[in-house]
């Protein structure tokens, strides 16, 4: 089949680490048939200079630029997303004869690709995430238009059962939502000694050592976890919290951090590509991600992979995927609760072979087949079209 993939969640030369679950996964997909992706860029982030190469295979990629009114109209967006892409892309959409479309991301992209699709005659298949859904369908206005893009959709694919049933909530058929976990690179992320990747990090090798990895932002609950640090220090005073990623809370940690009197506990080692993160995970005690929205992240699933036991909020599809041998789940927002957590981890004794089978579960190549199926069903069942211009 000839795909068309829209979304927001890819990297790019401004921010090569994003999207690193969506690049895996269209990556195996583009084995088996021949896939454009073209991803909307901030026009903020697109007058900035890039910061790397997107490495990206098997996939034709290219970009164009999201021009919008920042802070306000938001409910505006997904028409202006499409005017740009229209205006930007509009000859390659024209002239490639597409047969389905994917799209991931609810809105704005799935709203503004559910026009693109009827313009363009073919089916499409909407991805739904997390905050997508959880967030975005909160605002009125942009609640019924992404209630329209689940409606129309041929197909609706969730990272969770708990974000189907919010989609079928919005108005999705329920025989039209599937959910799809995200799968897990065994060749990347495998259980190791501790002490090994520990030294390859430059990281002792003796202290309990807690991990964050994502996006350092409100939302993740990078401040709760920072907040509720202290008390693990107290039962375990050698202590060591580490944070990966990047984002606009990391002056605000560093400052907070100092004022909590553990700064020389607290280490933020920025952005690491998504191929090396296997070591940092096999060198935690524990891998803290404490959301206060998600759909199911995949640092949880790789985390598992390698064997790593995880403190994590019951959201999202989080208590999906962690069972109790694997991790303790407490209430978002609830830093008293985050911080016996990660005490009553610390003293647990975990079984890192069970973790890791039970990860092994989540392979990306069961997950391509089902989405690849699910396509291929869109395109059969769908009544062709007449194209209109574009």
């Excluded at 910061?51 to 295979?57: K, N, P, Q, S, T």
């Excluded at 002239?95 to 994917?102: A, F, K, T, V």
């Excluded at 932002?217 to 976890?225: P, R, V």
């Excluded at 951090?257 to 995970?281: I, T």
Aim: hydrophobic share 45%; aromatic share 8%.
């Amino acid at each position: 089949m000839k795909i068309l993939i829209l979304t927001n969640l890819f990297p790019t030369p401004w921010d090569p680490l994003r999207g690193a679950f969506n690049r895996q996964q269209f990556e195996r997909l583009g084995r088996r048939h021949d896939i454009d992706v073209l991803v909307p860029v901030d026009f903020r982030e697109r007058m900035t200079q890039a910061r790397g190469h997107a490495e990206v295979r098997h996939l034709h990629v290219n970009y164009f630029t999201f021009v919008y009114l920042p802070r306000i109209g938001r409910a505006l967006h997904a028409l202006c997303w499409l005017v740009c892409l229209l205006w930007q892309c509009g000859r390659q959409l024209r002239n490639r004869r597409y047969d389905c479309l994917l799209v991931s991301w609810a809105y704005p992209d799935g709203a503004a690709a559910s026009w693109l699709a009827r313009r363009l005659g073919i089916p499409y298949v909407l991805k739904v995430h997390g905050s997508d859904l959880n967030v975005q369908a909160e605002s009125g206005l942009r609640r019924l238009q992404i209630q329209a893009a689940l409606r129309q959709a041929s197909a609706v694919v969730s990272v969770s059962r708990a974000l189907a049933e919010k989609a079928i909530n919005l108005g999705a058929a329920a025989d039209a939502v599937h959910v799809l976990y995200n799968g897990v690179d065994g060749a990347l992320f495998q259980p190791g000694v501790r002490s090994e990747a520990r030294a390859r990090l430059d990281l002792p090798a003796n202290l309990p050592l807690l991990l964050y990895v994502g996006n350092l932002k409100a939302s993740k609950g990078c401040m709760d976890l920072l907040e509720a640090f202290p008390a693990l220090v107290a039962a375990y005073p050698r202590a060591r919290l580490v944070y990966v990623g990047t984002g606009p809370c990391d002056i605000q940690l560093r400052e907070r951090a100092r004022v909590l009197g553990c700064a020389d506990r607290v280490e933020l080692r920025g952005p690491v590509a998504h191929d090396a993160l296997g070591d940092w995970f096999r060198a935690a005690d524990l891998l803290c991600l404490p959301s206060h929205n998600e759909g199911v992240p995949n640092v949880v699933l790789e985390a598992m992979a390698c064997g790593t036991p995880v403190v994590a909020t019951r959201v999202g599809g989080i208590p999906e995927v962690v069972p109790e041998y694997a991790g303790v789940l407490v209430p978002p927002h609830d830093r008293g609760a985050l911080a016996a957590a990660l005490i009553e981890a610390s003293r647990r004794t975990w079984e890192p072979r069970r973790i890791t089978l039970h990860a092994s579960g989540f392979r990306w190549d069961d997950n391509v087949d089902r989405l690849d199926r699910i396509l291929q069903s869109a395109v059969v069942h769908t009544t062709p079209a007449m194209e209109t211009s574009v």
